[in-house]
């Protein structure tokens, strides 16, 4: 039996030969072979990893990502918020009091591997918090609900 990276790495073989066939256009075949690449990488992305020092045991560790208290805390920040979408600076002030910054920034990234938040593409150097705006000292990632 094949573990969930060789399946992906599989996948994504299959998928840049039939891409290096035909480069003008994406075939019905390569738009199958992304939703399978993509299923690949969402299954992997729900294994449990094993440590190469004890691969036996190591297969007993944590189940899949599961929807937390914290998580969930997240994601109806998210969906309460007006535009549904802000940066990981604007969402440890609407969270603060309630989890520390690093807590809200990795429950927002651990959103994102599960598949409920994603990148906008957009980047923000500001973001109003209510009062003002609030100037940020670098381009921050604008995150979505999906």
């Known amino acids: 039996m094949s573990s969930p990276r060789d399946k992906v790495l599989q996948r994504a073989g299959e998928l840049i030969h039939s891409w290096r066939i035909c480069r003008e256009c994406i075939p019905e075949d390569i738009e199958d072979g992304i939703v399978l690449l993509k299923q690949a ?3 992997m992305a729900l294994t449990a ?9 190591s297969g007993q560790g944590p189940s899949p990502m599961k929807m937390t208290q914290g998580r969930e805390q997240i994601l109806r920040v998210f969906r309460n918020h007006p535009r549904g979408q802000m940066c990981d600076a604007e969402l440890c002030h609407l969270v603060r009091g309630i989890m520390t910054q690093s807590g809200a920034r990795s429950r927002r990234s651990e959103l994102v591997r599960m598949g409920y938040l994603r990148d906008t593409t957009h980047r923000v150097r500001s973001y109003f918090d209510g009062s003002q705006h609030v100037q940020l000292p ?9």
């Open 138 to 146: 670098r381009a921050q990632t604008l995150w979505m609900i999906v």
């Open 41 to 43: 990488v969402d299954d």
């Open 49 to 57: 990893k094993r440590r190469a020092s004890d691969p036996e045991t």
